[in-house]
């Protein structure tokens, strides 16, 4: 019963409630849109930095991790092939990799740029084009011992294309200055400017041959959900024997870690700003039904109401303004959402190299959490007038009747 006159004293008004609705709504539709844009650039950001970069898992010496080694020799993974076999053997593990990163130097005609080679190995990762986007030439199908493919930055810089030969310098892990010719095998585009522009892929087989090692830098391991990446690290730090840390691509994607906590704090200011307009707008609604309905609340005081019922009263009906303008922001923010990923909007982002379509997607914790925000900030900004309402006096309010 109370519940059903809420939703009736709630239409009383109908245009103003429709303004009050509308108003929470269109905060609503914005907090979807906004989070879903900002939660879906994460999950392909991350995406991305497992694919190119980190995978879900890196296994490197204490000393590589902590910077403490002498010599950047100390650093390395010596009889990395029997950890690889094991981690195979894992049933949430797709691959187990080594790595090697350096900086060399790398000369095409008269040019010469620093750059840092990041190696792989294609005879167990697969075809490099599946995680990297070739926009010339191709990827590393099996172990090219003197290849090397571009970032599409440092490729611009260089001159360079696909099929082209280079002079990459770097020294060997015991200082000695080496050098090999390699042919560009393509250029590829990750789309994050500073890796494009400062970072060229090489076979780990070559790679050990320019630095005069046998050993590895890292292990990177991809899983095939990244749900299990928690679980998975912890059963591989307790086979190590110490010496050995096992990270997630979390700790380790400075990139990815700067823009989450940008994103957290921008959508907090985002809610803010928004919850603020349907704080506002609501104290406004119902207080203009508190004082239009003076005499009436008056009456049913001195039928026997008591204060608290007249509050929760009014709290429902914020309650009940706040729940319609939540499931019309969500049915206004669906329709956004279809419109804008119909449009394919390209946008340059920061930190990117070249364009993306903004694509939105569909969260059930974005809908959850505008929803809920809707309702609790409509009940809050319902209970200063709705408190005013129930402290009045018998007396006064009854006069509004005469």
Known sequence: MRLKIAIRNVFRNKRRTALSIAMIAGGVSAMLVFNGFALSVLINLGTKTIQTQTGHLQIATNVYWDKSADRPKDTLIAGAKQLQNELHKHPKVAFASGRLSFFGLLTAGDRTLSARGVSFEPQVEGDLGASFKFIDGRGFTKDELFHVALGSGLATRLHAKSGDSLTLL?????????????????????????????????????????????????????????????????????????????????????????????????????????????????????????????????????????????????????????????????????????????????????????????????????????????????????????????????????????
């Not at 200055?177 to 522009?197: L, P």
């Not at 921008?266 to 609604?285: D, V």
């Open 170 to 402: 770097s020294h060997t892990y015991d200082g000695v200055v080496n050098a090999i010719d390699v042919t560009v095998t393509g250029i590829f585009q990750v789309g994050i400017a500073e890796f494009d522009d400062n970072n060229f892929l090489i076979p780990l087989s070559a790679a050990q041959t320019l630095l005069d090692t046998e050993n590895i830098e890292q292990m990177i391991v991809r899983l095939h959900n990244t749900s299990d990446t928690e679980e998975v690290r912890g059963e591989i730090q307790a086979r190590l024997r110490g010496g050995a840390t096992v990270k997630p691509w979390t700790e380790v994607a400075v990139l990815y870690q700067q823009i989450t906590k940008f994103n957290e704090v921008q959508n907090r200011i985002m809610a803010f700003i928004i919850l603020s307009l349907i704080l506002l707008g609501i104290l406004n609604t119902i207080g203009m039904s508190v004082f239009e309905r003076t005499g009436e609340i008056g009456t049913v005081a001195a039928l026997g109401e008591n204060s608290r019922t007249i509050l929760w009263q009014f709290l429902l009906e914020g309650g009940v303004l706040g729940l319609l303008g939540a499931i019309s922001g969500m049915v206004l923010g669906t329709i956004l959402i279809v419109v804008i990923n119909w449009l394919e909007i390209k946008v340059m982002m920061p930190g990117a190299s070249t364009d993306i379509i903004i694509k939105i997607g569909f969260f059930f914790r974005a809908f959850l959490e505008a929803g809920f925000l809707a309702v609790a900030s409509a009940i809050v900004a319902s209970f200063i007038p709705s408190w005013r309402a129930s402290q009045m006096n018998i007396a006064e309010a009854l006069r509004r009747n005469i």
